[in-house]
């Protein structure tokens, strides 16, 4: 489904919906790492989460379009 979507009259690019859908995921997944501890043995922890967050979009994106 890589049509645009009409919202409010304007067309929204389908990647725009794919990232609303990967904010909420990529939130419970980096509260689980941190109460883990795992971003505490990570040595960038903000590049390790913009990659976790591009790793759940890449799936979610492909979850979508089979």
Known sequence: MFTPVNF???YLAPMI?????TVP???IVRYVLKRCGV????W???LF???VFFILLAL???????
């Open 44 to 46: 960038n922890a903000p």
């Open 17 to 21: 919906i794919y990232v609303c859908w």
């Open 49 to 51: 989460e913009v990659a």
């Open 60 to 66: 979610i994106v492909k979850g979508f379009n089979p």
């Open 39 to 42: 971003l505490n043995f990570v």
């Open 8 to 10: 409010l009259g304007f």
């Open 25 to 27: 995921v990529f939130a």
